[in-house]
């Protein structure tokens, strides 16, 4: 079935109530709404696509949010730690696993945000952990994204979540599309394609991939 965009907006926001689009002089906008503990009205963040990778993804069109308040998580954003913030108001009954970085220190303080150095052994996570619904990677070094995916995906439960950003050094250089089809290539065999959404209009060397584990 094909939406027109404001059906698909419509749809976006049933999937997810904590998503709120609204349209304000002619521009779109979109909210992310978090219950207040202190009261019991919400608060509305706004999710700005020029300083989110997420938000300028659901600005270009994606098609499943694959992440919801009762989901567990692993998030490794080298470059920002906006989408950590979103993310942690986003998964309120759920977990967030996040890889130790000093410089997120007051966020990774919140309670439902854990720590964790890099896996060595998926057993180990299992005994104490349950699979994970979705993996978020943005890396700053492409060649590392494979050896992540592989790290993690023995944790990533069946019919999971794998989002990551591929991050090109220019958008005309043709090479780095040939690199990111061998990239895709070897994921084939674990991971069906969901969607691929281009991100320039917000970041300018930026695709963001959607796969799930087979």
Known sequence: MIYSFIEFLKLLTLIDSNLIWE?????????????????????????????????????????????QSKSRILVNDEFSKITLEHISKIITDGKIYH???????KILDMKNIETMQLLKNPVDFLKNNKMLDTLY??????????EMIKNYEPILKQKGFLLFLYNFQSIEN????KELQILLNKLK???????????????KSSFMIIMTKI
Do not use: C, R, W
């Open 23 to 67: 349209n304000s002089n002619g521009q779109k906008k979109i909210f992310l709404k978090i219950s207040n503990n202190e009261s019991s009205h919400s608060d509305l963040i706004l999710l700005n696509p020029y300083i989110s990778k997420l938000a300028a993804a659901l600005f270009n069109g994606l098609e499943i949010f694959p992440i």
């Open 99 to 105: 890889l130790e970085n000093n410089n997120y220190k």
């Open 137 to 146: 990677l943005d890396l700053k070094q492409n060649e590392n994204i494979l």
């Open 174 to 177: 043709q090479n780095n599309k």
């Open 189 to 203: 065999d674990t991971f069906e394609m969901v969607q691929e959404i281009n991100l320039t209009d917000f970041f």
